[in-house]
Nanobody
Framework: QVHLVESGGGLVQPGGSLRLACAAS????????MGWYRQAPGKQRELVAS???????DYVDSVKGRFAISRDNAKNTVYLQMNSLKPEDTAIYLC???????????????WGKGTLVTVSS
């Protein structure tokens, strides 16, 4: 079993910063792409940022220049540094990892349960 646990969410004022972390635990062979998604009330889940095993990143346009994704492969952890936060960034943030549990298995998606980020004055 693979478990992902997010941390770092909370309440922050507009213009503030937060750093999210998501750590994977359990038995697995390798982790490929790691990503952060968010889901706001009444809206579809969207991909915020992703990072490949070799560090290639991608961002949704609305967060470019404000958010930065990074990973620590030794700790099986992905981070999301969020700066200049806006009220429209308010959402539940979930991490997803593409995991291969054994050397012979196929890649599978694993999700965390999410952490709430609220941007409000």
């Amino acid at each position: 079993q693979v478990h992902l646990v997010e941390s770092g969410g909370g309440l922050v004022q507009p213009g503030g910063s937060l750093r999210l972390a998501c750590a994977a635990s359990g038995m697995f062979f390798s982790i490929d792409t790691m990503g952060w998604y968010r889901q706001a009330p009444g809206k579809q889940r969207e991909l915020v940022a992703s990072i490949t095993r070799v560090g290639i990143t991608d961002y949704v346009d609305s967060v470019k220049g404000r958010f930065a994704i990074s990973r620590d492969n030794a700790k099986n952890t992905v981070y999301l540094q969020m700066n200049s936060l806006k009220p429209e960034d308010t959402a539940i943030y979930l991490c997803k990892m593409v995991v291969r549990t054994t050397s012979r298995s196929v890649d599978m998606d694993y999700w965390g349960k999410g952490t709430l980020v609220t941007v409000s004055s």
